[in-house]
């Protein structure tokens, strides 16, 4: 399903739940759009990517192929965010037409799963099927206090994200008090820190620290596995500095840092 309709702590419930919840804010209701006009309204903005995202753009599959064919020939490039949800044949559909994709790993337990009305088997499937089609993959998980946070499961998650690739970035990000879970703490900066610490000794090179900007000392920075260089600061979604040039390699040893670094390419 889309943000999971039973999640009680989706973090964009207004986006998610708009046309279930009332509470909803009227700025996230839908208007008419077509692809033309969405490539369009990037082009205008200033936009680099077009993202297809909540709800969960899997269902709507066929529509992102038609903005995303717009948007390849206007020379924008394309992404996915989704809960991983996805078939074989659904990848094998949309490979042609999408640079990045993004997926949402809730944790590392069926039972978690089950209970926000989804399978834990199906993402892991899916994110293996991601990696070897040769998208651009990236993983996030919202450490929920009492909930996924063990150091048991976060080790198990950097575990199988190692074993697909050592170069794909993992996202660990704070959840704060929202929609139908204001009873529970927000993540401290403490266990962010503490999760990018196991994904990198498992062997994740690049392991950040998200929704508490500054307050996560470099762990929102990307730097060379070779030879430690600053080469992206972040503060939040702002880039404070760059230093890898369209070729994607390190200024100081010129290794090679996986990545989107130009358009159409990586």
Known sequence: LGCDFRCPYCQNWEISQTLRDAEADAWA???????????????????????????????????????????????????????????????????????????????????????????????????????????????????????????????????????????????????HPDYRMGDVPGTPAASLLRAVEIGRGEGLRYVYAGNLPGGVGDAETTACPGCSERLVERRGFRIVALRVGPDGRCPRCARSIPGIWSPGGR
């Open 29 to 175: 209701r839908p208007r008419p759009a077509s692809p033309g006009g969405i490539v369009a309204a990037a082009l205008e903005a200033g936009a680099k990517v077009v993202t297809s995202t909540y709800n969960e753009p899997l269902i709507t599959a066929e529509w992102a192929a038609a903005v995303f064919a717009e948007a390849r020939r206007a020379g924008l490039l394309t992404s996915f965010v989704s809960n991983g949800h996805a078939t074989p044949e659904v990848l094998d559909y949309l490979r042609p037409l999408v640079d990045a994709y993004k997926v949402d790993l809730k944790g590392m337990r069926e039972a978690t799963y089950r209970e926000v009305g989804g399978r834990l088997a199906v993402v892991l499937d899916a994110l293996a099927g991601l990696v070897a089609r040769g998208f651009w993959v990236e993983v996030v998980t919202l450490l929920v206090p009492g909930r996924n946070d063990s150091d048991e499961e976060l080790r198990d998650a950097a575990r199988f994200l190692g074993g697909l690739s050592p170069d794909l970035p993992w996202h660990v990000t704070a959840f």
